[in-house]
């Protein structure tokens, strides 16, 4: 009989593949050259990694056959967070990386990309012709002056020229910035200007949900408001042509020069990638050529077991990190999918479409994804031919474990479920994949390896089977090497480092398990406190959105200035549904039962809709201030928010709260 305290797994994979797996290959061949542990499978890799994490990362660079252009003495010559020095003396190019396959006569007419768009056509570009397209970009980017450390940006849907674009700029040394067309003016503005870019690659326009959008008047706004502009790129995605003063796609990238790769330090900057900027302007989040090219080699090629065979398609836009992470899927010979358009369209179930028109073999999604499908009773597994996925992947917010159950009956039972968390801060996982151990509903198989994940109680102690702070007591190579436009580094201090002084704090409540695995319960900075108890308000929204009537939910605590505590749980019905008292005796009846009495909500009140950032978690903390009494200008940054004026019902419901009770 199994015990609570370790339920069956959900999933567990075979012999066969445990030994066919990247990790474990790697494990044998560490052991004999680096002095890793040959037994204990992942647990004892794990262990050793954090213990020995100088040789681990060394291991990694010499595994990946990562071409370090100038000799280094160490691999971490200093592990101080902030500031860690990794391969010091140490010069690569990671665009020269992602390329490395176009070099193998083999390969070479072989798919480096599969574009899709909402026709859901697939049109490859091959490797030899992706490599053709950098080489012609990088030779027109340096005519046009784009030098090493210079900031190339794209306002750019999910294309292969986005690619091209992001590879030529690395190729050039000069840093990568990107926004998705689906952002407005001041949105990109309040992210591009703070770097300054010299060049702005852009499309006319983009498709999505069946409709065409035009952006030539915010890109005409665009211009204007960035002054350090020498050239626009112009990518008529719509047909049209290239405005006044702008260059053509075509006529800069029909060359056919020979790459060429600028060895850059290990820790030149390859690109910036925003945080939401949900209460401010958004942080400039520097990360290193060298940094990100070993985590990414790290996280794809032994995490996600990708290798050349593989076909690797999330669903992101060029707004999120995880539009990095997928490109950089090139790095370990992979196919990489890129869909360019509503992740909903024509229907709900239209990734697994696409899933199964690329062929597929890791399919990754966000949770929120996940969940509509359940609800709208789509049947991927029955409707599909999926079988060459072997994991499917979740981020954005944790996967609720009916989201697990949802995937395992409706996908395969035999499928590898990978739910992973991290952040864009280090564009990667803290936890998540693992190929060789089981999946167990609701957790994150395991932290990653060189990653020592702890959960702190407010003292600084570890805890297990206790929920506490997400920190991480090691350096990582892709964590910040720096913020833009923070000369002292206090901003970046403030961010990860205030709480525990040289111990990476994200913001995140975990726990860990007594067999290693992970489960997350949403942001610390919006935790609920009921009576001392503390939970987390994804806990909160596993439960109560399994409910039919209810298609989202936001739930906020706010600690008032009579000592009181007032709990309001948001609710946006699903069409047809009505809150009546029925519906919210069940509400409070599922948190009682699955969750804490504690935690049933004050108040149920109907919304119009939950606000989002531009990425789609979320917004609690804006929330949380505009019913403290904090003006909407204050309390949210516009540019960052997905749809403002449903944040106007909740500023509105502050001034009412004022003028009298709230009843539910």
């Known amino acids: 009989m199994t015990s609570a305290a370790s339920p069956a797994p959900l999933w567990q994979p075979d012999p066969a593949r445990i030994a066919a797996a990247r990790i474990t290959r790697f494990q044998s061949w560490a052991a004999e050259r680096y002095g890793a542990p040959a037994q204990g499978g992942y647990a004892a890799l794990h262990r050793w990694s954090v213990d020995e994490l100088e040789t681990f990362w060394r291991a990694v660079a010499d595994w990946f056959d990562v071409r370090l252009s100038a000799p280094y003495e160490r691999a971490l010559a200093d592990p101080a967070m902030p500031g860690a020095q990794w391969f ?15 070099e193998d006569p083999a ?5 480096a990309l599969l574009h899709v768009d909402e026709t859901h056509e697939t049109t490859p570009i091959s490797w030899s012709e992706l490599r053709r397209q950098v080489g012609a970009l990088a030779a027109e980017l340096r005519a046009l002056g784009v030098r090493p450390g210079d900031r190339v940006s794209g306002y750019l849907p999910n294309i292969p020229q986005a690619v091209t674009a992001l590879l030529a700029t690395a190729a050039v040394g000069a840093v990568w910035t990107s926004c998705a067309p689906d952002f407005g003016a001041r949105s990109v503005l309040d992210r591009f200007q703070q770097v300054e870019p010299v060049i702005l690659f852009t499309v006319d326009g983009y498709r999505y949900g069946g409709k065409e959008h035009d952006r030539t008047e915010t890109v005409a706004e665009l ?30 990238t029909s060359g056919d020069t020979e790459p060429v790769f600028e ?5 030149h900057p390859l690109w910036v990638l925003y945080s939401s900027g949900t209460t401010g302007l958004p942080k ?9 090219l070993l985590e990414h080699f790290k996280q794809l090629g032994l995490h996600c077991d990708l290798g050349p065979e593989d076909r690797f398609f999330w669903y992101t836009s060029t707004g999120w990190m995880m539009w990095n992470f997928l490109v950089s899927g090139l790095l370990t010979g992979t196919t990489v999918v890129l869909y360019d358009g509503s992740p909903g369209y024509p229907d709900t179930g239209a990734q697994w479409r696409i899933a199964e028109r690329t062929e597929a073999t890791l399919f990754g999604t966000s949770a929120a ?29 944790p996967l609720p474990p009916d989201g697990f159950r949802w995937l395992h009956d409706e996908v395969a039972e035999d499928l590898w479920i990978a739910s992973v968390s991290g952040g864009t801060d280090v564009c990667s996982c803290f936890a998540g994949a693992v190929p060789t151990l089981p999946v167990h509903i609701g957790e994150l198989q395991a932290a990653c390896l060189g990653t020592d994940l702890q959960s702190w109680d407010p003292q600084g102690k570890p805890l297990i089977g206790e929920v506490g702070e997400l920190v991480v007591t090691n350096p990582m190579p892709s964590m910040p090497i720096r913020f833009w436009n923070d000369p002292d580094g206090s901003r970046y201090r403030d961010s990860y480092f205030e709480m525990f002084p040289g111990v990476w704090r994200h913001g995140d409540w975990i726990t860990i398990t007594d067999r290693g695995s992970v489960i997350i319960h949403g942001r610390s900075d919006s935790t609920l406190n009921r009576q001392g108890v503390r939970m987390g308000s994804a806990d909160i929204y596993e439960a109560v959105e399994r409910l039919p009537e209810i298609k989202e939910s936001l739930v906020i605590g706010l600690e008032e200035p009579d000592g009181g505590y007032w709990m309001p749980l948001f609710v946006h019905l699903v069409d047809g549904a009505s809150l009546d008292d029925g519906l919210r005796a069940r509400i409070k009846q599922t948190i009682r039962e699955e969750l804490s009495p504690r935690h049933v909500p004050d108040d149920i009140i109907e919304v119009p809709g939950v606000p989002h950032t531009l990425t789609g978690k979320r917004i609690e903390v804006p929330v949380k201030r505009l019913l403290q009494g904090t003006a909407l200008a204050k309390a949210v940054n516009p540019g960052s928010v997905d749809n403002l004026e449903l944040l106007r019902f909740y500023e509105e419901l502050a ?9 539910d």
């Open 369 to 397: 994804y996940v969940m509509a499908c359940r609800k709208a009773e789509v049947h991927p597994g029955r409707d599909h031919d999926l079988s060459r996925i072997k994991c499917v992947a979740t981020t954005g917010s």
């Open 263 to 267: 060895q850059v330090p290990f820790d």
């Open 223 to 252: 211009r204007s408001e960035l002054p350090t502009l020498r050239a626009v790129i112009h990518i008529p995605l719509l047909g049209t042509e290239a405005p006044a003063g702008a260059l053509d796609w075509s006529a800069v």
């Open 107 to 111: 390969r070479t007419h072989d798919a």
């Open 88 to 102: 010091p003396g140490a010069t690569l190019n990671y665009a020269e990386h992602a390329l490395r396959t176009a």
């Open 284 to 292: 400039a989040i520097v990360q290193s050529q060298g940094g990100i």
């Open 655 to 663: 001034r009412t709260r004022k003028a009298g009770p709230t009843g």
